[in-house]
Structure formats: C-alpha cells, structure tokens
C-alpha cells in the first residue's frame, strides 16, 4: 500500500517552487493536498484572488496531486490527526518567523503518529507574496471587487471596514496591518461615508454632494485600491433616482450600497434627538429596497438598510418590526445605529434579532458605544464594523496643530519634527512614485 503525503497549500497563485514541492511530495507516495480554505486563510492573510472551487480545479490538474482535501483551519493538527499522513512536506521557509509556530505544532503531532516532516529547500527569488503584490498593483476588476465582500461574509466572524474620503486613506486601508499575537490584521474594505466625504469639501453633511461629484472622488479610491467598498447612500433618495444609483454602482464594482430609512433634508443621526429624525413608512421603504434590487444586474451587489429607530428615540421592538419588514422585501443586510454610548440598545436588537434570523448580515457602526472590541460584537451577532469617520477625524487635529506651529514659531522646523513624516516616506506611499 501506497504511503500517505500531506502537503497544505493556498495555491493561490501557482509558480515554478509550488510545482517542485508537489513533485518532491509526489516521491514519497499518494500526495493529498489539503487545500485551506478562504475561512481558514481569512484570519491570517487577505482572501485569495481565486475562489475555493477555483483553486481546487486547478491544484487538482496538476500531475502528482493524489487528491485534494479542505484544510479548514491554519493550523494543519485537525487535518493531520484526520488524515495521519505518514510525511508531511512543507518548505523549509517556516523554520523562522511567524510561521514558526505552526512548524512546532506538525512535528509534535507527526510525531505521535510515527510520521516524518520532510522539510523542502525554499526555491529561491520567487514567493506567492511576492507575486501577489505584483498583482496588486496591477489592480482589481469591478466584477472581483464586488463579489469580495460576500466571500468575506462567508470566510470571517467580522468583516472590518474603515472610512476611506480620498486615495490617500485608500491606500491605508488597503496596505495597513499589523500583527497581534501571531494573527495578521488588515481591514478588510473602505466605507465610502456622505459625512467625510462632505466635511473634507467643508460642506455640510446634508446630502449636499451630488451622487456624480461623489463618485468622481470615489473613482481616486478605485484606481489605487483592490479591496471591496461599501458605498453610504444616505437616503437614496426618490425610489426613481435609486434605481440609477444602483445600476451605477455595481458598474463600479462597488460591493454594497447602505440606504436609511429617512425622508426630507438628511441631518446626520449623531445629532440622535437634538435635531428632527423623520423616518419614512415601512411600506415606503420596502418599496426603496424592492425597486433597487429589482434594478441591479448581479446577485453580488448588496443593499443593506440602515434602520434609525434608535437613533430617532423609538424603541427596540419598532427597530426589529422595521428590520425583519426589510428583509422580507428583499434587503441584503440590516445596519442599526445608535448614539448610546453604553451600546445596550444595540446589544438588545441584534440578540434579539438573531433570535429569528441567524443569517442576514448585521452591520455596526460603534462611533459611540466605541469600548466594545469587534470580538464581543461578533458575539451579538454582528458579522460588519464600521469605522465610519476615524481617518478624519484623526487627521484634522494633527493638520490643525502642524499650521499653529507654523504660526507661532514663523517657520516650518518645529512643526515638520513634532507632526510631519519625511517627504521620501510619503512619497513611497504611493505606488509608481521614483525614488530619487
């Protein structure tokens, strides 16, 4: 009987030293490949170009490859324990680094399983990273893009978005990440919010800015980044001028278009109370939401509803009659929103929400109740967060005190050493730049 060989891969993109570990694998007997998963990967690296079903099509073709099963955690212990291979193959490249741990892992477990860790030289100045960011900078297609936050959805408990006005913070949100205990974080996509976008014009946020000088802006974003985009649509206005937004959107590649469920001149909900919140009819806007999802092309492209209750002073039991209305008609997603800085209102609607629909996508938006981590509002059943003004917000102080500085000291010395990267680091933020 043939022996039993345990490769994992991601086989994302495949190149010349992934084709000589499955040969080298091959060698020992029926190789497997255990295939990870996007849930799997989502925790630790930003999801794969490729789907699942597509990746495995291919690893599958590939001379060598005895079969191909799902690894469905980063750590390969549940699948060795499963399969107990009598090799495993890996590449010597985790001997180091972050990867180390799970490196110590295998060979306790293959260990007690009488197995052998056959560690294969790393091929030499070409790597999946390196190729991927290559890639990167080619870009994305409108039609990748779109269909990126519904795997995202699919492959992570939170899917964490950050506001985006301009390419600047697009390019953040698309490069930033730090590492935490051994786990990748990056956020996951922008929010393209009405209330950054018009205070960085130093216009009010009152729907001011027309949909067409919006995206223009947007476009900005588009060009530099890759990752999926939730657009604020406000109100969405009439249910007329909707359908056009819609369509346009998912032209775009834009992944999701938030609508509130407001009528008449928008005032921003942080105002809560203090300022008059008018919320349409449910009948209304259900009929917003069937005619906008009746206009829209793919079954990518996602319209999530925005329900004000909370924020106009009504009760949890309106907002949930309200959510479940508009999911009954068609809408992808539910956002609830609050000033409540305890956040328990919040709290109270998703759990009891989730008490009857344990699927539809809740997304959050915690400016307020900002104490909570994104793990303990997955455990009310939040599945997106929003953090909807924080690059804004966070850059106008600092711009504020770099100009004060200027004033008071009749130079520009003070304030480039206390408030201003080198000019070369900003330069190199950018992609295309030449260095001099």
Known sequence: MAKKVYLGMIADIMHPGLINIINEGAKYGDLIIGLFTDKAIATHKRLPYLTYKQREAVVRSIKGVFDVVPQEEWSYVPNLMKYKPDFIIHGDDWQEGSEKYLRDEVFKVMETLGGKVIEIPYTKGITSGGLAKEMESMGTTPEARMKSLRRLLSAKPVVRIIESHNGLTGLIAEHVSVDVHGQHREFDGMWASSLTDSTSKGKPDIEAVDLTTRLHDLNDTLEVTTKPVIYDGDTGGKIEHFVFTVRTLERLGISAVIIEDKVGLKQNSLFGTDAVQTQDTIEGFCAKIQAGKKAQITRDFMIISRCESLIAGKSVEDALERCHAYVAAGADGIMIHSKNKDGLDVKEFCLRFREKDSHTPIVAVPT??????EEELAEWGINIVIYANHMLRSAYPAMVKCAERILSTSRCME??????????????????????
């Open 415 to 436: 304030a480039s050493d206390e408030y201003c990267m080198p000019i070369k680091e900003i330069l190199n933020l950018i992609p295309g730049t030449k260095k001099k």
């Open 368 to 373: 307020t109740y900002n104490q909570f981590t």
